[in-house]
């Protein structure tokens, strides 16, 4: 059995269960969705990435409801949990993120078509090496709190590791979903045909609805872009911040003390991820949406 748990971290836990529970639910009802109808849902590539994104965030968030239920029930897994709980959450962090490099660059890779097969066989390799590095680390140094590895070097390397991944993932779904936005609101205003489809479908029955079309057409993009480029930072850079912090202080366990009010808050703001991922699928896919909510479909 575990030492008695202050009521800060009661309530710590309790928090953190709770916006993991959540975000599992979410993700229940966007993969029920897919499962609904794969046929329509997943026909496309760009679907498959979304679909792939949400089954990592369901798969951690039903990881971190165990440690944090196990824990406030009174049960001590540090011997063999711990461990293994703090090496999946470092690779499902880079496996979110690499999701998310995948995501953006599909959606420029729509618009923009050459460099896609190079792109991802690059990606996808210097991710692999940075995985198994993060695994060699916990085998070395394996964790005794569900977050870092035991000792140093392998924490600093650990810590190296994935600042780098944070801030490459940044940058590059910023490029694409900047870049996307850019060359989707230029062909619509300047390919003939785009337009055409939504005097087609009677979305638009002159070029003055064309324009109020294309100017909503854009603002969601625009929106959609930010969200998703503000989302990874806000869910996951304070946190790095505070890791760097306890890394660098002189004395570790001061730190966490001194600090138990702003780690709390930090480590929601991760959890917020697999909360944030789901929500924003439904959001701004109408398709998803309708298959999730089935107790409104005929």
Known sequence: MSAALTPTQIADYALQLSVYAIG???CTAVLA???RA???LLATRLNRWVAAV?????AWSIMRVAVFAMTLIGVDPANSFYPASACLSS???LIIFVLNISLAAERYFTVRIDGRKWFFVIVYSTWAVILCIVIRIYV????NDTVYPSKSPEIEIWLSTITLSFFVTVIMTTFFYTSTYYATSYQLSQNPQLLEVFLADGT???VSDLIRVQEKVER???LQCVLLSVGIVVCYFPFLVLNISYVAAGSRITFLIENMNTTIVFSVLVAMDTVFTPALVLFFKQDVRENAMFWKRS
């Open 24 to 26: 599992a639910l979410l």
């Open 204 to 206: 638009a029955s002159d």
């Open 220 to 222: 969601k993009l625009f």
């Open 38 to 40: 794969p046929r329509v």
């Open 140 to 143: 070395t140094a394996p964790s």
């Open 91 to 93: 690779v499902v962090v």
């Open 33 to 35: 969705a897919f499962v």
């Open 54 to 58: 949400v089954v990592v965030s369901f």
